[in-house]
């Protein structure tokens, strides 16, 4: 029901996993490995046909983003984008706008995409140093991006580089993240 709903839905049997890895930590060994990942196929199979659903909407539907305009580099740009604009949004929901227009050009070196792409690299790694002390964060992030790899940009439609009403994508795990913190720091 949910893939008939939304397209999003394509990343819960990564989801899955992901929670099996952090907070269950179900994943021991081979044969625990081999369990959780066996358990997951049908929902991946799901997910696969729910996914190809998307694609065929998306292409005859509507106009996708032309790959000659906006190449492997652009692609690579706009996701970066993507996986820092919206949880930033989240943090922090100022300036919103109903549409973010997409570039006539997009150039991986302009700043606009240059210090988002730095931002989750520098993210992304101070929170993989951290996973021993706190795999909570390194979870928490890993559910935003792949709650955002739907509308990251590597099949982009329409004219518009980002939607701030999308954010909530991103904000599930960072939202259990804080309010796993604010039960502690309240009980502590």
């Keep these: 029901a949910a893939l008939l709903a939304k397209a999003a839905a394509v990343a819960l049997p990564a989801i899955l996993v992901l929670l099996d890895v ?24 799901l997910s696969v046909a729910g996914a190809a659903m998307a694609l065929h909407a998306v292409y005859r539907g509507t106009a996708v983003t032309d790959y000659a305009r906006y190449g492997a580099g652009a692609r690579l740009a706009m996701t970066a984008y993507t996986f820092v604009f919206y949880p930033a949004r989240w943090f922090w929901p100022v300036q919103l706008l109903p549409l973010y227009e997409l570039p006539q050009e ?8 240059l210090i988002p792409a ?7 790694a101070v929170l993989v140093a951290l996973r021993g002390r706190w795999p909570a964060g390194l979870a928490a992030w890993m559910a935003s991006i792949l709650m955002l790899l739907p ?8 004219h518009q580089l980002a939607h701030a009403r999308y954010s909530y994508l991103s904000g599930l795990g960072l939202a259990l993240l804080f309010g ?8 502590a």
């Design 22 to 45: 952090y907070p269950l930590r179900r994943g021991r060994g081979t044969a625990g490995w081999l369990r959780v990942i066996v358990e997951k196929i049908p929902w991946a199979i």
């Design 106 to 113: 997009i150039r991986f070196g302009a700043l606009r995409f």
């Design 118 to 124: 730095l931002a989750f690299v520098v993210v992304t």
């Design 151 to 158: 509308i990251s940009g590597a099949v982009r439609s329409g």
């Design 180 to 187: 796993g913190g604010l039960t502690w720091l309240l009980n």
